[in-house]
């Protein structure tokens, strides 16, 4: 198994409008530094509406091209609670691009102009709830079968978006709170997301580990 802290190339993107479409359809900005943020929120008076979604980046480098992946859980860390509107936090499997004014509507957007490989993001089968989860507690979403695991980029880059199923399911909130907030990448082990990753060769399961100093690759545990 291999465990991957995020990196400081996180990004959150926000969408803002009076209009609730216009907010989930087009980026007004982003911010590649501090905590990541996901979910929904309006407000006082009605207007404007904000739309939340973050995007993770780890380097699965250290996971030799001849291995077979066979699971993988990403996983997040609270920073801040304010969802008095709960709702479940997704995962995609997106190779987005990386974020600039250009290029930030497109990766909001999660369709394949956004996209490295040119192809839009897939949206895994797993859900957290934010019910109970408060700062300090994590939020851990398997991937499974071979759709979700072939987003685990061997020798590469391994990218992902967050979303909130209510911005999905494309239901408008009625409230300032619901949203959470998440460590991003740069901040210590303890906290940062990170990706757990299973993957054997032909002789035995490979047992790496990357921390914010290195790589650090142990031998072959046999069968």
């Not at 190339?9 to 530094?33: K, L, M, N, P």
């Not at 909001?108 to 089968?125: E, K, Q, W, Y």
Request: charged content about 15%; cysteine-free.
């Amino acid at each position: 198994m291999s465990h991957f802290i995020g990196d400081a190339v996180d990004v959150r993107i926000t969408g803002e409008s009076a209009v609730y479409a216009t907010a989930r359809s087009t980026a007004t900005y982003h911010i590649a530094s501090g905590n990541l943020r996901v979910g929904q929120a309006q407000a006082p008076g009605g207007s404007p509406y904000y739309v939340y979604r973050s995007y993770l980046y780890f380097d699965t480098s250290a996971i030799p091209g001849g291995d077979t992946v066979t699971a993988a859980t990403l996983a997040v860390k609270v920073a801040v609670d304010k969802s008095t509107t709960d709702f479940n936090l997704k995962v995609y499997v997106y190779d987005w691009k990386p974020v600039t004014s250009g290029t930030r509507d497109d990766v909001f957007d999660l369709g394949i102009p956004g996209s490295i490989g040119g192809v839009a993001g897939l949206l895994i089968a797993a859900a957290s709830s934010t019910s109970g989860k408060v700062a300090g507690t994590w939020h851990t979403l398997a991937l499974a079968g071979a759709p979700e695991l072939a987003g685990i980029i061997k020798g590469g880059i391994s990218r992902f978006a967050l979303r909130s199923d209510r911005d999905i399911a494309n239901t408008p909130s009625d409230i300032a709170n619901e949203y959470q907030e998440f460590y991003e990448g740069s901040v210590s082990g303890p906290n940062s997301p990170y990706l757990e990753v299973v993957h054997r060769s032909e002789t035995g399961y490979r047992i790496s580990k990357l921390r914010a100093q290195g790589i650090m690759i142990g031998p072959f545990t046999p069968f």
